[in-house]
Every structure is written in structure tokens, then in C-alpha cells.
């Protein structure tokens, strides 16, 4: 028999996931406390709270005041540039950050759930699943690496979700996401430069919130990769978006990521896959074309 849960603290909840498993928690009748960091949220049904994985006395605080059964952990810092400009910064809200969030864990028997990220890969040979061995390329992957080190090390009982390409409509924050990006200059007849050559299985918000919410009730534990089935290249990506959307598809462009010449380095082929038997889903993550419907529908 579980433990029933009633309260959730979902730490990121101003972000893209974290704000659909606020919604999520609170559909479901949780009683939800959410963090933000920059810009203080709206309340909507829910106790918001600012947090700074940084500062862990506001951790602590937040702690205090929400008393959860459960928190999930989305808060990050997650531009993969600026993690390389500041790699310490990186360090201190992606790992040690999770490592305090994951001490109070333990001393308040509470349930985690720590999100994480395709990035700890190096993209030589994916799709990945949860057996495969990390090797991340960039600092921010290697700050995600750390903090999912460290949240295990201490509580492992957690369990570490990793997403890639997180994607859905943004209703809280004007940033920009893989989809999203392509939507807003197809539809303002701009040209997409898309890699030919880098590979993903994006991972749509709220369908990641969902699943999410359906595991935490029971005692899961480790890594659990959590995107669809398709691996495409971030070209294909637009071409499914262009065809579900019903946007013109000459405005892709092909290139590659070397032409990009970004500040880090990223994975060429970091896919997800999940080999996790025990884990049955109440709905597995949807194919691409099917999931970005949803999205268009939901718009
Ligand atoms: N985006 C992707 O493509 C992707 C891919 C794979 C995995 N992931 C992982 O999925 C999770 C959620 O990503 P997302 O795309 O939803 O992120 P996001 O939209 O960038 O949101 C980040 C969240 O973290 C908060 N935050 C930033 N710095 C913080 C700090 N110092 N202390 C406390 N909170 C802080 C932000 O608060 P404010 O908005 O209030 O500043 C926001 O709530 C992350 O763990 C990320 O690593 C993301």
C-alpha cells in the first residue's frame, strides 16, 4: 500500500515543465507550492514561493512552508551557452543545488523526483537508454551529471527523469523553446536554419508532467528517460511542425551545427529510449506528429 500524498512542491515551477506539473498537481487536487526564481508567478490556485538553488537557506525556507510529501525538482539553469561562460554558476544551481534539495529530502522523508537531461550524453552513439554511461560534452551537462550523481549518492530512492528537447506552449514566460522557436518564424514567413545533423526526441511538457504526476505515487526509483519514440533530426523536427501546423515548408533550411559555431559544444545523437520494464506508463509518450497535434489543438 503507498503512502498517500497531498502536498507537492514543485521547485521550477515558473519554467516550461514545471508549470504543467503545477497544473497537473493541482487538477489532480494536490495542495501545490511553487518556486520561481526571476519573476514572481501568479497564484492561480496555487502557494508561490521564490527559491534560489543557490541560497540553500531559501530552500530550506521553502521547505518549512509548504511541508510537502513529495517535490519534484525541475528548477535549473538550463542556457547550455551561459553554463559554459559561467560553469560555476552552473555547478552551484544544477548540482550542489539538487544535493541540498535532496539532503532535506532525506531528513523529512519526503519523496524526489530530480528532472534531467539528455546533455549528459556525448551523442557519439544514442539513442540512450537508462543502463547507458554519461559523458557529458559541455559544462551544463556536466552540472546535470554532478546533481544527478549527488541526489542518488544521497537519497536513492529518488527518481531522475531525463527529458530532451523540452517543447509546449509557454504560458507563463516569453522564452522560447526547440518548437516554439520554429513556430513563431515559419509563421512570420522567416527562413529556419534547422541541423541536418543533430538528432532528438523532443520531450512535450505536458506530457511529461503527466507521466510525472502518475509515477509519483509509487516507489520508483533511478533513472527513467521519459521522450518519444522518434529520433529525428532537428530538420525533421520543423518538417513535422510545418505538416501538423500547416506551415510552408520551404522556409527550412538545412545546416549543420558545426556552421552554428556555438559557444558549447552539444551532442550529435543524444536520443532517449527507456528499457524500464518495471515502469509502466498510464500513457506512454505519443509519437512526434501525434503529440505536436495536441499541441496545436491546445494552443
Ligand atoms: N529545455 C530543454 O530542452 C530541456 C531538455 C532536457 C532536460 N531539461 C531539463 O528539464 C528541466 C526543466 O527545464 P525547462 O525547459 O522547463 O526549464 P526553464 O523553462 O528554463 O525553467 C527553468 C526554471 O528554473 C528556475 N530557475 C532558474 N535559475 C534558478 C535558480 N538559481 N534557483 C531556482 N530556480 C531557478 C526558473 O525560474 P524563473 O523562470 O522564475 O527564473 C524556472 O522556473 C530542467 O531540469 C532541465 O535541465 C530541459
Known amino acids: 500500500m503507498q503512502p498517500a500524498l497531498t502536498r507537492v512542491l514543485v521547485l521550477g515551477a515558473s519554467g516550461l515543465l514545471g508549470q504543467y506539473v503545477a497544473r497537473e498537481a493541482l487538477d489532480r487536487g494536490y495542495?501545490?507550492?511553487?518556486?520561481y526564481f526571476s519573476t514572481p508567478l501568479p497564484k492561480n490556485g496555487l502557494q508561490p514561493i521564490r527559491v534560489d538553488l543557490g541560497k540553500p537557506a531559501t530552500i530550506e525556507e521553502a521547505f518549512d512552508r509548504a511541508e510537502p510529501d513529495w517535490t519534484v525538482l525541475c528548477a535549473a539553469r538550463t542556457g547550455v551557452d551561459?553554463?559554459?561562460?559561467?560553469?560555476q554558476k552552473a555547478v552551484l544551481v544544477n548540482a550542489q543545488g539538487p544535493a541540498h534539495v535532496a539532503r532535506l529530502c532525506k531528513d523529512r522523508d519526503v519523496r524526489l523526483v530530480h528532472v534531467s537531461t539528455d546533455y549528459v550524453f556525448d551523442g557519439q552513439?544514442?539513442?540512450?537508454?537508462?543502463?547507458?554511461?554519461?559523458?557529458?560534452?559541455?559544462h551544463y551537462g556536466a552540472s546535470k551529471r554532478e546533481g544527478e550523481d549527488r541526489v542518488l549518492a544521497i537519497l536513492p530512492g529518488a527518481l531522475v527523469v531525463r527529458l530532451c528537447a523540452v517543447y509546449g506552449w509557454n504560458r507563463l514566460?516569453?522564452?522560447?523553446?526547440?518548437?516554439?522557436?520554429?513556430?513563431?518564424?515559419?509563421?512570420?514567413?522567416?527562413?529556419?536554419?534547422?541541423?541536418?545533423?543533430q538528432r532528438v526526441s523532443p520531450s512535450y511538457a505536458y506530457e511529461a508532467a503527466t507521466a510525472i504526476l502518475d509515477l509519483a505515487?509509487?516507489?520508483?526509483?533511478?533513472?527513467?528517460?521519459?521522450a518519444t519514440p522518434d529520433c529525428v533530426t532537428r530538420l525533421e523536427l520543423g518538417k513535422a511542425i510545418a505538416e501538423v501546423f500547416a506551415l510552408p515548408l520551404e522556409l527550412l533550411r538545412p545546416t549543420t551545427m558545426a556552421a552554428a559555431q556555438l559557444l558549447a559544444p552539444r551532442p550529435l545523437h543524444a536520443c532517449?529510449?527507456?528499457?524500464?520494464?518495471?515502469?509502466?506508463?498510464?500513457?506512454?509518450?505519443?509519437?512526434?506528429?501525434?503529440?505536436?497535434?495536441?499541441?496545436?489543438?491546445?494552443?
Open 82 to 87: 551561459d553554463c559554459e561562460e559561467v560553469p
Open 173 to 197: 514566460r516569453g522564452k522560447a523553446n526547440s518548437v516554439t522557436w520554429i513556430l513563431s518564424l515559419l509563421r512570420s514567413a522567416r527562413e529556419v536554419p534547422l541541423f541536418a545533423d
Open 31 to 35: 495542495e501545490v507550492w511553487g518556486s
Open 272 to 299: 532517449l529510449t527507456s528499457t524500464r520494464r518495471d515502469i509502466r506508463l498510464k500513457a506512454p509518450p505519443r509519437p512526434l506528429r501525434e503529440a505536436l497535434a495536441h499541441m496545436r489543438d491546445a494552443e
Open 217 to 226: 505515487p509509487y516507489l520508483t526509483s533511478g533513472y527513467f528517460h521519459l
Open 125 to 138: 552513439d544514442g539513442p540512450y537508454d537508462e543502463k547507458a554511461g554519461p559523458n557529458p560534452l559541455n
